[in-house]
């Protein structure tokens, strides 16, 4: 779950790079994708410090986790990402962008 008042983002272009927000800072990654197959490269992130209680804590473990992902699954809305043993590293819920 997230720290309140943050929101975790993730967008994909098509030409092999992931942006987002990790709660506060905006960051960075190149990705590779051959279904189910994906991998991130290591994230850059901006560096602004964040008040509130977990908001760097969370960030930092966004990021990790987004590093340890292998495999990814649709369903519906729902983007799942999982590491190489199965376990869940992310998921996300699609919206429409404003």
């Known amino acids: 779950s997230l720290v309140r008042g943050t929101t975790v983002t993730l967008a994909f272009d ?7 927000s990790a709660g ?5 990654a190149g990705y590779e ?10 994230p850059a992130s901006t560096r602004k410090m964040c ?5 760097m804590e969370q960030e930092a ?6 590093e340890s ?3 990814m699954r649709f369903e519906g809305d729902r983007l799942e990402l ?4 199965g376990a ?8 429409d962008p404003e």
Do not use: W
């Open 69 to 71: 992902v292998d495999t």
């Open 51 to 55: 008040a509130g209680e977990g908001v």
């Open 14 to 20: 098509a030409d092999g790079r992931a942006s987002g």
């Open 82 to 85: 999982r590491q190489a043993d």
């Open 88 to 95: 869940l590293a992310l998921s996300f819920t699609r919206t």
């Open 61 to 66: 473990a966004f990021l990790a986790a987004l």
């Open 24 to 28: 506060c800072n905006n960051f960075t």
């Open 33 to 42: 994708a051959n279904a189910p197959k994906l991998r991130f490269k290591a």
